[in-house]
């Protein structure tokens, strides 16, 4: 099993970048991929990056793309994501989730039921 902390959630302005982590414990972590996702209230949860074991594979959400970038350092058992440009849009609650690197379907990312491990999310509020 895998436990997920996510941090570095704030209140930036518009048009300013943030980074937020996701910190496991527990073993093995470089054999689970990562997934994030955001949830703003009254919206359905919402698929931004993912990124295989190794970090050759990632994936980005539309809404996302050209904006975020998703990395990991695995000796630190952590992975990234660098968000830049961030609009009003972009405010939410950002999840990180884990999967088995065998068991994740790098062609469908935003399958969350494909992530049995989830974090407890941290904010991220843009203001206009």
């Known amino acids: 099993q895998v436990q997920l902390v996510e941090s570095g959630g704030g209140l930036v302005q518009a048009g300013g970048s943030l980074r937020v982590s996701c910190a496991a414990s527990g073993r093995a972590f470089s054999e689970y991929a990562v997934g994030w996702f955001r949830q703003s209230p009254g919206k359905e949860r919402e698929f931004v990056a993912a990124i295989s074991a190794k970090g050759a594979v990632t994936r980005f959400g539309d809404s996302v793309k050209g904006r975020f970038t998703i990395a990991r350092d695995n000796a630190k058992n952590t992975v990234y994501v660098q968000m830049n440009s961030l609009t009003p849009e972009d405010t939410a609650v950002y999840y990180c989730?884990?999967?088995?690197?065998?068991?994740?379907?790098?062609?469908?990312?935003?399958?969350?039921?494909?992530?049995?491990?989830w974090g407890q999310g941290t904010q991220v509020t843009v203001s206009s």
């Open positions: 989730a884990a999967s088995e690197q065998r068991n994740w379907d790098w062609t469908t990312p935003s399958f969350r039921a494909q992530y049995p491990y």
